[in-house]
C-alpha cells in the first residue's frame, strides 16, 4: 500500500466538509527559520487542504538549511472524544518506511555482505526465479514480483497475522509479472523479500538493526513498530471514509503484514531528522547515497523515475526525493531537496485521501516561491489582471505589442464569458518561476470552488508581459 504515483489502488475524492477550530501547535523558530509571512501561508495552505478533504488532521515539519525549522500540527487527532493534533503524536509513515529498509541493505553492502547485484537466490532461494532477480531489483520494483497490497483498505484476510514467510508462500512463488528489470510495477512483496535479507545476512531482527545502525545515530527517540502493535491512546487515530460519508475508525492490519514495507510510525520531527541525514549525507559513504538517489532504468533503458525507496523526479524545478506512504487509517508525504536542503513533511490520519501530498506540495512550491522577493508583487499584478480579464479589460501599458495583439477584441469577450462565472478565486499562488527565451516564466495555480486553473506569463527584461494565458489544470 502506497499513496502516490506509485499507488495503483482507487484514489478517494476530494471533500468539502469544514473542519471547526482546527488546533494549530509551533516549534520556537531558529534564526534561519521560517518568516512569519510564509508560515502564515503555511498555516493557510493546512487549514484549506484538511477543510476541503475533511482529512482529520495533519501533523507538519518543514526541514530548511538542514535544520528542523518548523513544526505544527492542526486538526483533531481523535474525534471521540476530541483530542486536537499535537506535534509530539506518532502518525503511521507507511511505505516510507521503505526508505529506511533500503539503507539497511546498503549498509550492509558497504560491509561487503552482500552486493545489490547479488541474485535474491543467494539468500532466499525458491522463490520465482530467484536465481534472476537481483537485490537492486527489490529494491526499485522492478523485479517481477507480484505484489500482495495494492489496494487502499485493508481486504478481511489482512486483519489476520501472518509472517514475512506466509507471504512469499503465497506472492513471490507465483509466476512474475514480468521478465526482471524490464518494467516498473510497485510492489510491497519486494520489500518484505529485502527485510528476510537483511535479517539474515546481519543476523538480528529489521527493527533491532534499524535502532543500532539509524535511529540512535540521528536521535530518533519517538519511532514505533506498528507492525506488532497499534499507536497508543496518546497518538493519532487513524480513520477511513466511505464514499462522502462520515469518519470511521479505521480497522488495524494483522501482525506481519507491514514487516519492512511500512511498520513505521513516528512523530513528524522524526522523520524529518532523518531527511536532514539524507541532505548531509551522514550514515552512509557517497557512492551509497548514490545509489540511493539515483533513478534505476530499465534494460531498455527506460528511467523509472525511482531510486532504492524513493521517487526521483523533479519538483519546483529541483532534484526532489521523495515518497508517499499509506497504510489503513493514515498517510503521509515526504519530499526531500538535497541540492536546497531543503525537505517537507506530511503526516496525516485517514487513508485513501490526497492531502498529505497536497499540502506538502504546495507547501514545496511555497518555500522555493518565497525565496524571490518580488514574487508577491508579481503574484498581485497576475491576480489583478485575471480580475480584469474576468471584466473583458485589461491595462495595456502592461503588455507589449505582441500580448496586446494577442488580446483582440475577441480574445476578451472570450476570456471574460469563460472566467467570469467562476467568480472571484479562492487561491492565486505562485508555484514555478524559470528563466526562458531571455524571459522570466512564472507559472500560477488559481483554485475555484469547484475547478483549479493554471496561469502562466512570460515577462520581458522591462517588466512587461509577452504572455497571459489562462487553462484547465
Given at each position: 500500500?502506497?499513496?502516490?504515483?506509485?499507488?495503483?489502488?482507487?484514489?478517494?475524492?476530494?471533500?468539502?466538509?469544514?473542519?471547526?477550530?482546527?488546533?494549530?501547535?509551533?516549534?520556537?523558530?531558529?534564526?534561519?527559520?521560517?518568516?512569519?509571512?510564509?508560515?502564515?501561508?503555511?498555516?493557510?495552505?493546512?487549514?484549506?487542504?484538511?477543510?476541503?478533504?475533511?482529512?482529520?488532521?495533519?501533523?507538519?515539519?518543514?526541514?530548511?538549511?538542514?535544520?528542523?525549522?518548523?513544526?505544527?500540527?492542526?486538526?483533531?487527532?481523535?474525534?471521540?472524544?476530541?483530542?486536537?493534533?499535537k506535534p509530539e503524536m506518532h502518525y503511521s509513515i507507511g511505505s516510507?518506511?521503505?526508505?529506511?529498509?533500503?539503507?539497511?541493505?546498503?549498509?550492509?553492502?558497504?560491509?561487503?555482505?552482500?552486493?545489490?547485484?547479488?541474485?535474491?537466490?543467494?539468500?532466499?532461494?525458491?522463490?520465482?526465479?530467484?536465481?534472476?532477480?537481483?537485490?537492486?531489483?527489490?529494491?526499485?520494483?522492478?523485479?517481477?514480483?507480484?505484489?500482495?497490497?495494492?489496494?487502499?483498505?485493508?481486504?478481511?484476510?489482512?486483519?489476520?497475522?501472518?509472517?514475512?514467510?506466509?507471504?512469499?508462500?503465497?506472492?513471490?512463488?507465483?509466476?512474475?509479472?514480468?521478465?526482471?528489470?524490464?518494467?516498473?510495477?510497485?510492489?510491497n512483496t519486494n520489500y518484505v523479500i529485502a527485510g528476510v535479507i537483511?535479517?539474515?545476512?546481519?543476523?538480528?531482527?529489521?527493527?533491532?538493526?534499524?535502532?543500532?545502525?539509524?535511529?540512535?545515530?540521528?536521535?530518533?527517540?519517538?519511532?514505533?513498530?506498528?507492525?506488532?502493535?497499534?499507536?497508543?491512546?496518546?497518538?493519532?487515530?487513524?480513520?477511513?471514509?466511505?464514499?462522502?460519508g462520515p469518519l470511521r475508525v479505521a480497522p488495524k492490519e494483522g501482525?506481519?503484514?507491514?514487516?519492512?514495507?511500512?511498520?513505521?510510525?513516528?512523530?513528524?520531527?522524526?522523520?524529518?531528522?532523518?531527511?536532514?541525514?539524507?541532505?548531509?549525507?551522514?550514515?552512509?559513504?557517497?557512492?551509497?547515497?548514490?545509489?540511493?538517489?539515483?533513478?534505476?532504468?530499465?534494460?531498455?533503458?527506460?528511467?523509472?523515475?525511482?531510486?532504492?525507496?524513493?521517487?526521483?523526479?523533479?519538483?519546483?524545478?529541483?532534484?526532489?526525493?521523495?515518497?508517499?506512504?499509506?497504510?489503513?487509517?493514515?498517510?503521509?508525504?515526504?519530499?526531500?531537496?538535497?541540492?536546497?536542503?531543503?525537505?517537507?513533511?506530511?503526516?496525516?490520519?485517514?487513508?485513501?485521501?490526497?492531502?498529505?501530498?497536497?499540502?506538502?506540495?504546495?507547501?514545496?512550491?511555497?518555500?522555493?516561491?518565497?525565496?524571490?522577493?518580488?514574487?508577491?508583487?508579481?503574484?498581485?499584478?497576475?491576480?489583478?489582471?485575471?480580475?480584469?480579464?474576468?471584466?473583458?479589460?485589461?491595462?495595456?501599458?502592461?503588455?507589449?505589442?505582441?500580448?496586446?495583439?494577442?488580446?483582440?477584441?475577441?480574445?476578451?469577450?472570450?476570456?471574460?464569458?469563460?472566467?467570469?462565472?467562476?467568480?472571484?478565486?479562492?487561491?492565486?499562488?505562485?508555484?514555478?518561476?524559470?528563466?526562458?527565451?531571455?524571459?522570466?516564466?512564472?507559472?500560477?495555480?488559481?483554485?475555484?470552488?469547484?475547478?483549479?486553473?493554471?496561469?502562466?506569463?512570460?515577462?520581458?527584461?522591462?517588466?512587461?508581459?509577452?504572455?497571459?494565458?489562462?487553462?484547465?489544470?
Open positions: 500500500m502506497q499513496f502516490s504515483r506509485t499507488c495503483r489502488g482507487v484514489v478517494a475524492s476530494l471533500f468539502t466538509i469544514a473542519l471547526a477550530g482546527p488546533a494549530v501547535f509551533c516549534a520556537a523558530q531558529t534564526p534561519s527559520g521560517l518568516s512569519p509571512e510564509t508560515r502564515a501561508r503555511v498555516d493557510q495552505i493546512a487549514h484549506q487542504v484538511l477543510a476541503s478533504t475533511g482529512v482529520p488532521s495533519a501533523s507538519i515539519a518543514i526541514v530548511k538549511n538542514a535544520q528542523v525549522v518548523y513544526l505544527q500540527a492542526y486538526g483533531d487527532a481523535k474525534l471521540e472524544p476530541r483530542i486536537p493534533a516510507i518506511s521503505k526508505q529506511f529498509t533500503a539503507t539497511a541493505i546498503l549498509m550492509l553492502a558497504e560491509q561487503g555482505k552482500l552486493s545489490l547485484d547479488d541474485p535474491v537466490a543467494r539468500f532466499v532461494p525458491n522463490l520465482t526465479r530467484a536465481n534472476e532477480v537481483t537485490i537492486r531489483e527489490l529494491l526499485s520494483h522492478t523485479s517481477g514480483y507480484q505484489d500482495y497490497w495494492p489496494q487502499d483498505y485493508a481486504p478481511p484476510f489482512m486483519q489476520h497475522d501472518i509472517s514475512a514467510d506466509q507471504i512469499l508462500e503465497r506472492w513471490a512463488r507465483k509466476p512474475l509479472d514480468f521478465d526482471p528489470g524490464t518494467k516498473w510495477q510497485y510492489s537483511i535479517e539474515k545476512v546481519s543476523g538480528a531482527r529489521l527493527l533491532q538493526f534499524l535502532q543500532q545502525r539509524v535511529f540512535s545515530p540521528l536521535g530518533m527517540k519517538s519511532v514505533a513498530n506498528i507492525d506488532q502493535e497499534k499507536l497508543g491512546d496518546t497518538d493519532a487515530t487513524g480513520y477511513k471514509r466511505y464514499a462522502l501482525k506481519g503484514w507491514l514487516f519492512a514495507m511500512g511498520e513505521l510510525a513516528m512523530p513528524a520531527a522524526d522523520l524529518a531528522r532523518w531527511d536532514v541525514s539524507i541532505i548531509e549525507q551522514k550514515l552512509l559513504k557517497p557512492g551509497s547515497y548514490e545509489e540511493f538517489e539515483t533513478e534505476v532504468r530499465l534494460k531498455n533503458g527506460l528511467g523509472t523515475q525511482y531510486g532504492l525507496g524513493v521517487d526521483v523526479s523533479s519538483q519546483s524545478d529541483r532534484r526532489a526525493l521523495a515518497h508517499g506512504g499509506e497504510v489503513s487509517g493514515f498517510t503521509a508525504e515526504n519530499i526531500v531537496f538535497p541540492d536546497d536542503r531543503t525537505a517537507v513533511v506530511v503526516l496525516t490520519n485517514q487513508d485513501a485521501a490526497q492531502a498529505s501530498g497536497e499540502i506538502a506540495r504546495r507547501i514545496a512550491a511555497l518555500l522555493f516561491t518565497t525565496q524571490e522577493t518580488a514574487t508577491v508583487g508579481k503574484t498581485e499584478q497576475a491576480r489583478k489582471i485575471f480580475e480584469g480579464l474576468q471584466q473583458a479589460t485589461i491595462d495595456r501599458s502592461l503588455f507589449t505589442d505582441n500580448a496586446n495583439s494577442y488580446f483582440d477584441e475577441q480574445a476578451l469577450k472570450d476570456f471574460a464569458e469563460g472566467l467570469a462565472p467562476l467568480g472571484a478565486p479562492q487561491e492565486f499562488v505562485q508555484t514555478r518561476r524559470v528563466l526562458r527565451g531571455g524571459m522570466i516564466l512564472r507559472v500560477y495555480h488559481v483554485k475555484f470552488p469547484k475547478q483549479a486553473l493554471r496561469v502562466w506569463t512570460y515577462e520581458m527584461s522591462n517588466g512587461k508581459l509577452e504572455q497571459y494565458l489562462v487553462s484547465t489544470e
